[in-house]
């Protein structure tokens, strides 16, 4: 299924089963505010990444509620400033090999430091366009999904088949934090900031 088709399938769900958390959603970034991002991070990004943050510019800052485990949605201008931090941080010398890159695009938070990144560079595996977390005080640089595409299919399953085991019309906080996504066959794959 296309990126495209799991995000209104995604949106669907939203939208019936969680709307108090559909309604802190903010609206979608223009293209001028996505220009204006890439101009800023010196990355071009692709077309996926785009039309996540054309579906959505993140959530209200007010709102901490998660949209899958424990992860938030950023805005373009949070997703900026995390990686202007984490860049001045890397180019002062303070981390080592692999604890941020450049080409890190942190598009989910915990809100405390920590993100799953869209890595347009590769690391580790040579594979732009993986997904990789990123902790803000541990070592472990797991790269979770291959790709946007495949990790968007594994929270829409991961949303339907809450609600058919649970029967309920909506879906509540816990459940969301409780969500496991399935991994594809030979992930995660484990690797360390050295």
Known sequence: MTFAKLLARLDALLQRHRPEYYAELNPPATAAEL???EAEVGLTLPAELWAWFS????QNDECFESLVANYECP????VA???RINRELLEAGDFV???WQPNWVPFLTNGSGDHV???LEGT??????QLIEHWHDWEPRDV???DLTVWLAAVVQAYEAVLAETGEPELTDEQILDLELGSPAGFPLEFRAR
């Open 75 to 78: 805005s373009l201008s949070s």
């Open 35 to 37: 220009a204006a991002f």
């Open 124 to 129: 580790f595996t040579g594979q732009p366009g």
């Open 55 to 58: 579906w959505h510019n993140g």
């Open 97 to 99: 090999l692999n604890w």
């Open 117 to 119: 990144c869209l890595d």
């Open 144 to 146: 979770v999904f291959p």
């Open 81 to 83: 400033e995390s990686m």
